[in-house]
């Protein structure tokens, strides 16, 4: 079933999260600051490791370095105009107000946006999903779902409940990329993957950036990116085919 990865995902979240829930009751608030910290730094590492590596990889061409940077710009300057991060902020305060019941209720909202970017964007996203939609295999979306759950306890300890909020998330995008790609019967080619998973990996060094509170950057504004981080690479790839002799 082209959605038994993306459901295996969303069960990991919420297992987590309701384990760093009930640790979270019992952990000291310099001890959650630590483990904000500790996961800001993880995060910043992860993102660098996969912006490197597919900034690197043979399948994207040398010289579309440069679509992955238009891609993050372009897609920066589509969500600020759609004011992508005002409206995810406006809806993660909507379950503020609805589920907080004054247990520190400006964490719900960090906690649902801050989640959600993090076990939805990056490679594994992409590739796990495109790949259970197409056959059927949930080998990649296995180890997403591992990696998210441990790092939803830490998540839920640190910033509480609305990380239950992030499983929503997980289901929609994830299930969203598994559907189109079961419909269509083809993934993307893999230099659109790796300039994609690149975009993404920049998005993330934001994430821990903002965890670290050393700069909130605007990231979800940037989500469009991932979008034009496929379009940009085939753009570049046409222009080099018409220049060829």
């Given at each position: 079933m082209f959605l038994t990865g993306t459901l295996l995902n969303v069960a990991a979240v919420l297992i987590g999260t309701t384990v760093g829930v009930l640790a979270g009751s019992r952990v000291p608030e310099r001890m959650q600051?630590?483990?904000?910290?500790?996961?800001?730094?993880?995060?910043?590492?992860?993102?660098?490791?996969?912006?490197?590596?597919?900034?690197?990889?043979?399948?994207?061409?040398?010289?579309?370095?440069?679509?992955?940077?238009?891609?993050?710009?372009?897609?920066?300057?589509?969500?600020?105009?759609?004011?992508?991060?005002?409206?995810?902020?406006?809806?993660?305060?909507?379950?503020?107000?609805?589920?907080?019941?004054?247990?520190?209720?400006?964490?719900?909202?960090?906690?649902?946006?801050?989640?959600?970017?993090?076990?939805?964007?990056?490679?594994?996203?992409?590739?796990?999903?495109?790949?259970?939609g197409l056959t059927g295999d949930i080998q990649l979306l296995g180890v997403k779902s591992l990696l998210d759950g441990v790092a939803s306890i830490a998540f839920a300890a640190a910033l509480g409940a609305g990380v239950y909020l992030a499983a929503l998330t997980v289901l929609v995008v994830q299930g969203g990329i598994a559907t189109l790609a079961w419909a269509a019967g083809a993934g993307l080619d893999p230099g659109s993957i790796a300039a994609a998973s690149a975009v993404g990996g920049l998005m993330l060094v934001g994430v821990g950036l903002g965890l670290l509170d050393v700069k909130r950057i605007r990231v979800v504004n940037m989500l469009p990116g991932l979008v034009f981080a496929p379009l940009f690479v085939w753009l570049a790839a046409a222009i080099r085919g018409a220049l060829a002799p």
């Open positions: 600051r630590t483990l904000t910290d500790g996961l800001g730094l993880f995060t910043i590492a992860i993102g660098i490791a996969l912006a490197l590596r597919y900034l690197t990889d043979p399948a994207l061409p040398m010289g579309d370095d440069l679509a992955v940077l238009g891609a993050l710009l372009a897609g920066g300057a589509v969500g600020e105009l759609l004011r992508l991060s005002d409206r995810l902020d406006a809806l993660g305060d909507w379950f503020q107000r609805k589920l907080a019941r004054g247990d520190q209720p400006s964490r719900v909202s960090e906690a649902f946006v801050t989640a959600s970017l993090v076990f939805c964007v990056g490679p594994l996203t992409i590739l796990g999903s495109i790949q259970n």
